[in-house]
């Protein structure tokens, strides 16, 4: 199951820099997507959403790109800080109720101070 | 800050034996889920679970596996005859409509 791809499975970061975690995804149907953080040894952090509707969201230092034409989708940490050094996952849902959500591969960030 | 509670938070278990994980989600959520990540994959969506009833399953929900939300606070996920391909993080998620999950820290399944 493809639906979700994070094509990059690690990213590396000087502290202060800007992150830009990547996502594709290739069901049409979805409208609703997410990011989500985990640490070693935790259950996945959701960070911030995005529906179809909007092409950006910002929440202090994480906002969220959508591209529908390209669907594609990113998310820019600035400034990154060594704290969020943790796996990325991208996931995407029809409608924002009870459905199942589709995660990627993710993606582990490391920040360096 | 509300918590999706899950235990235990390791489960050694001999193969074709049964298993139940248990979850406390958030009092107030809807929509209860179980996702299991194996070890270097990816989280993988099992069942979600609204109005006291499965609204969705994948095709890893076979019929080794139930889930059961027997008094109003615990939701339980079995698996009645473990494999070794059952090795895995099990997480609870609880929700509400609109919002992103919230995820409990998980059960580490091993079977052996």
């Known amino acids: 199951d493809q639906q979700v791809k994070q094509n990059s499975p690690s990213l590396s970061v000087q502290e202060g820099r800007i992150s830009i975690l990547n996502c594709d995804y290739t069901?049409?149907?979805?409208?609703?997507f997410l990011w989500y953080k985990k640490y070693p040894a935790e259950g996945p952090t959701f960070l911030i959403s995005?529906?179809?509707?909007?092409d950006k969201n910002e929440d202090g230092r994480f906002t969220v790109f959508l591209n529908k034409s390209a669907k594609h989708l990113s998310l820019h940490i600035v400034p990154s800080q060594p704290g969020d050094s943790a796996v990325y996952f991208c996931?995407?849902?029809?409608?924002?109720?009870?459905?199942?959500?589709?995660f990627g591969a993710g993606t582990r960030l490391f920040v360096k101070a | 800050e509300p918590e999706v509670t899950q235990t235990p938070s390791h489960q050694v278990t001999q193969m074709g034996q049964e298993v139940i994980l248990r979850c406390v989600p958030i009092?107030?959520?809807?929509?209860f889920y179980w996702y299991r990540q194996i070890l270097g994959q990816k989280v993988e969506f099992l069942v979600s679970?609204?109005?006291?009833?499965?609204?969705?399953k994948s095709e890893i929900f076979d019929d080794q596996f139930s889930v059961e939300r027997p008094d109003g606070s615990n939701f339980t996920l079995k698996i009645r005859s473990t494999k070794l391909e059952d090795s895995a993080m099990y997480f609870c998620a609880s929700r509400l409509q609109g919002h992103g999950y919230t995820f409990g820290s998980g059960t580490r399944l091993t079977v052996v």
């Open positions: 679970f609204y109005n006291n009833e499965i609204s969705e």
């Open positions: 009092s107030n959520h809807l929509y």
């Open positions: 069901n049409s149907m979805f409208d609703y």
């Open positions: 996931a995407a849902s029809v409608g924002t109720g009870g459905f199942k959500t589709i």
């Open positions: 995005i529906s179809s509707i909007k």
